[in-house]
């Protein structure tokens, strides 16, 4: 008998639980961005986008 293929810790992250999923078939993992990675590209995003854009990303921020 084997063990289990994966091990979740709680709290489940989406990330952490898509990983799981993907090693248990078999498929290719994808690299997570790291934070600083994340943080230049959202600059980039934000120097470039309108003033309607800002705000429904604002607004979905808020939400969280």
Known sequence: MSG???YLEKP???SSYVTA???LL???T???PQPEELRRELARAL???DQETLTRA???L???
């Open 4 to 6: 289990p293929g994966v």
């Open 21 to 23: 999923v993907r090693k």
């Open 47 to 49: 120097s470039d986008a």
């Open 62 to 64: 808020r939400k969280k």
């Open 12 to 14: 489940v992250s989406p």
């Open 58 to 60: 604002l607004d979905a």
């Open 26 to 28: 078999g498929m290719e």
């Open 30 to 32: 994808v690299a997570q």
